[in-house]
């Protein structure tokens, strides 16, 4: 389709009929513009899973969606248009600049502290993919931190992302083991240690490292 069809497809993306819908958004990963762009993003959020789908693939085909997507996926609070967008960003070639990796992660650490699971993995989803030992190091950092002032129930939230990642340091392990050791009661006995998950993660640290 020549360009000078965007205008009508973007029209016929509201079109009644699902096949329409679907060969719209198909034919608009053809056309690079901003509006496009505009336009596909728009269809991330939307409640119907078959043109979130067609929309995600519409703009994997659109290398320059890369800017738009990362600018709304920082300022996104809908988890399901979170996730639509953390699994097209790796399907991109490019580095990340600094200064957008260092708002990634502004945004996850707000998802982490408030708890939002849903927010949180998708931030990390696209971290793992961008600069994975970026976010290892901020993630064992923070946790360092928290746990230093004695706040082991936030240090934990952090840690325990550690799960996550496949060479995590002995010393970052024994953080995370001592932060939720420390959030737990404990009885004392000949048997206790029996009845202790806690205890478990100094035993394997004690065997492997």
């Known amino acids: 389709l020549p360009n000078e069809a965007q205008p009508l497809l973007s029209r016929l ?14 034919k608009l990963g053809e056309l690079e513009s901003p509006t496009v762009v505009k ?52 399907t991109y070639e490019g580095k990340w600049r600094k200064e957008q990796l260092d708002n990634m992660w502004g ?28 976010v290892y190091q901020q ?9 230093k002032t004695k706040k082991y129930r936030e240090a934990v939230r952090f840690l325990s992302l550690l799960k996550d990642f496949a060479n995590v340091a002995p010393e ?9 050791f420390k959030l737990h009661a404990h009885t004392l006995g000949p048997n206790a240690h029996r009845q202790d998950s806690t205890l478990e993660p100094f035993a394997a640290l004690y065997r492997s490292s």
């Open 13 to 26: 993306v509201e079109s009644a009929h699902i096949p329409v819908q679907k060969f719209v958004l198909r």
């Open 39 to 90: 336009t596909l993003l728009q269809q991330l959020g939307d409640a119907d899973a078959a043109r979130r789908d067609a929309a995600a693939r519409a703009l994997q085909k659109i290398p320059a969606a890369r800017t738009a997507l990362t600018r709304e996926l920082l300022n996104c609070e809908d988890a399901r248009k979170a996730w639509a967008i953390a699994e097209i960003l790796p």
């Open 107 to 134: 945004r996850l650490r707000e998802a982490i502290e408030a708890d939002e699971e849903r927010l949180r993995d998708a931030f990390l989803h696209v971290f793992k993919n961008a600069d994975s030992e970026y």
């Open 139 to 147: 993630i064992t950092e923070r946790g360092a931190q928290l746990e």
């Open 172 to 180: 970052d392990r024994f953080r995370f083991a001592l932060a939720q």
